[in-house]
Nanobody, 114 residues
Framework: QVQLVESGGGLVQPGGSLRLSCAAS???????MGWYRQAPGKQRELVAT???????NYADSLKGRFSISRDNAKNTVYLQMSSLKPEDTAVYFC?????????WGQGTQVAVSS
């Protein structure tokens, strides 16, 4: 069984920054990890992914403001978010591929508002 626990969400003013963390517990090697988000009334969308080797992929609209990284020794993936906008408000979910299965965390709320 793989468990993912996100943390770091909260309320931030426009233009501010937040760093999300997602710690995974797994008996097996973890492959690609990623961050997705879901705003109210919208579908879940890709934010960024990172392979075990460190290759990254971003949603085009978020390049330059968001940065994904991981610490393989800690089985943790991070999402550094800067220059936040009200439209970044969403529940942010992390996921991880372990063997042939993708596991999801419960999500952490990010609200960008003045």
């Amino acid at each position: 069984q793989v468990q993912l626990v996100e943390s770091g969400g909260g309320l931030v003013q426009p233009g501010g920054s937040l760093r999300l963390s997602c710690a995974a517990s797994s008996r097996f090697s973890i492959g690609t990890m990623g961050w997705y988000r879901q705003a109210p009334g919208k579908q879940r969308e890709l934010v960024a992914t990172i392979t075990a080797g460190g290759s990254t992929n971003y949603a085009d609209s978020l390049k330059g403001r968001f940065s994904i990284s991981r610490d393989n020794a800690k089985n943790t993936v991070y999402l550094q978010m800067s220059s936040l906008k009200p439209e970044d408000t969403a529940v942010y979910f992390c996921n991880a591929r372990v063997m042939a299965t993708i596991y999801w965390g419960q999500g952490t709320q990010v609200a960008v508002s003045s």
